[in-house]
């Protein structure tokens, strides 16, 4: 595996007009001790970035149109050949921002759907009015032609409705659909009594297997549930069939489940170098190292590419290079990013026959 910078979060902001319950970054409207960066600073991260490499670069928050330059920092990276997305949590989407999302020439936008009416979704995003502002968007970004993807996040709570968020999600013409399991990181951590549990975290990625072998018109995934990548492989070959993955053209390639520093990684307003959205641990600041140092060289991002340091199961498993387990979920409910993926029930072969031989013996 090469391990270059293919997808790159960048927080613009950590204000958010919205307090989801889910929140990484805990956005609340005014965030004290983490202030936005300037459009000059920005400027010189693009440069630094664009002169190592040139990756999906997503702009986000926090809400990123809370800035009244994002779109000059969106047209900088377009010129320095960056393929610039937006991620947006929607409210305050209008036909003036799709004008400017199109000019600065951004490639995709992202957009959140957590229920398939307004009362899941507003009571998910702490938000009257939430599900009502999503659909406004999509139906601009439809009338401009601008192409989106939809991520939903799920908990117990929502759960039950992930057949019909895939259903409306498609009828709304998204180019994509993102199912993620929550990692309780920042405003997360409150909601760890709902995380959904790993019998039934299988059930549902089983499901999504079963939905994704027969889609031909939207382009799905699982995020952040890397054994996905072991349940493709294990059914399929019960069912005997190749699984071709279908992949967006600006995305990582889903070439492995967990791509933590190996090919994304998060840059946070402060200037933070994180292995990705859910992980609290910083690898350097890009306003004192350059990029190409932090990713080279930064000892948290060596320790994730060296499958060989992973513990456990995870240690000994079979499919570490096309998994690797969820090192932000180890690392928050263990405190050890290298143990094995707390949600995974899967016992590997050498771990088997380890047991079977002693039960022989
Ligand atoms: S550690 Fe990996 S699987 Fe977990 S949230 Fe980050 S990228 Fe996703
Ligand atoms: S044990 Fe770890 S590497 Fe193996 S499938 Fe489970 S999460 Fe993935």
């Known amino acids: 595996m090469e391990f270059e910078p293919k997808w790159i979060a960048w927080e613009t902001t950590r204000r958010c007009n919205l307090s989801c319950v889910h929140c990484r970054s805990s956005s609340e409207l005014e965030i004290q001790g983490h202030p936005d960066f300037t459009l000059d600073q920005a400027k010189t991260i693009i440069d630094d970035i664009a002169s190592y490499a040139s990756p999906v670069l997503v702009l986000s928050g926090g809400e990123p149109l809370l800035r009244p330059d994002i779109f000059d920092i969106a047209r900088y990276g377009t010129d320095q050949g960056l393929r610039m997305c937006l991620a947006t949590n929607g409210t305050?989407?209008?036909?003036?921002?799709?004008?400017?999302?199109?000019?600065?020439?951004?490639?995709?936008?992202?957009?959140?759907?957590?229920?398939?009416?307004?009362?899941?979704?507003?009571?998910?995003?702490?938000?009257?009015?939430?599900?009502?502002?999503?659909?406004?968007?999509?139906?601009?970004?439809?009338?401009?032609?601008?192409?989106?993807?939809?991520?939903?996040?799920?908990?117990?709570?929502n759960k039950d409705e992930i057949p019909q968020i895939f259903q409306l999600v498609k009828e709304l013409g998204a180019v994509a659909w993102y199912m993620f399991?929550?990692?309780?990181?920042?405003?997360?951590?409150?909601?760890?009594?709902?995380?959904?549990?790993?019998?039934?975290?299988?059930?549902i990625l089983e499901w999504?297997?079963?939905?994704?072998?027969?889609?031909?018109?939207?382009?799905?995934?699982?995020?952040?549930?890397?054994?996905?990548?072991?349940?493709?492989?294990?059914?399929?070959?019960?069912?005997?069939?190749?699984?071709?993955?279908?992949?967006?053209?600006?995305?990582?390639?889903?070439?492995?489940?967990?791509?933590?520093?190996?090919?994304i990684c998060l840059i946070d307003?402060?200037?933070?170098?994180?292995?990705?959205?859910?992980?609290?641990k910083s690898a350097g600041n890009i306003n004192q190292v350059p990029f190409k140092k932090i990713w080279e060289e930064s000892e948290l991002f060596l320790q994730l590419r060296d499958f060989s340091s992973y513990k456990d199961n995870c240690g000994r498993c079979e499919?570490?290079?096309?998994?690797?387990?969820?090192?932000?979920?180890?690392?928050?409910?263990?405190?050890?990013?290298?143990?094995?993926?707390?949600?995974?029930?899967?016992?590997?072969?050498?771990?088997?026959?380890?047991?079977?031989?002693?039960?022989?013996s």
């Open 92 to 157: 305050l989407v209008t036909e003036e921002i799709c004008h400017q999302i199109k000019e600065a020439q951004i490639k995709m936008v992202s957009l959140s759907l957590d229920g398939a009416n307004a009362a899941t979704h507003d009571n998910f995003r702490n938000q009257p009015g939430a599900f009502a502002g999503t659909m406004r968007a999509i139906e601009l970004f439809n009338r401009h032609q601008i192409p989106f993807l939809v991520n939903s996040s799920f908990t117990v709570r």
């Open 269 to 280: 307003v402060d200037g933070e170098v994180l292995p990705c959205s859910y992980f609290p």
């Open 319 to 360: 499919y570490v290079n096309v998994c690797g387990g969820c090192r932000a979920r180890a690392y928050a409910m263990t405190g050890d990013y290298l143990a094995q993926e707390p949600f995974c029930s899967y016992q590997p072969a050498t771990r088997r026959h380890l047991s079977q031989t002693s039960q022989h």
């Open 181 to 203: 399991m929550i990692v309780p990181t920042g405003r997360g951590e409150d909601v760890v009594d709902e995380l959904i549990p790993e019998s039934l975290y299988n059930e």
């Open 208 to 263: 999504h297997y079963r939905v994704e072998k027969e889609e031909t018109k939207i382009l799905m995934r699982p995020t952040c549930a890397p054994h996905y990548y072991r349940i493709v492989r294990q059914k399929a070959k019960e069912d005997g069939e190749r699984f071709t993955r279908r992949n967006l053209n600006f995305s990582t390639g889903g070439s492995k489940g967990c791509l933590a520093g190996q090919l």
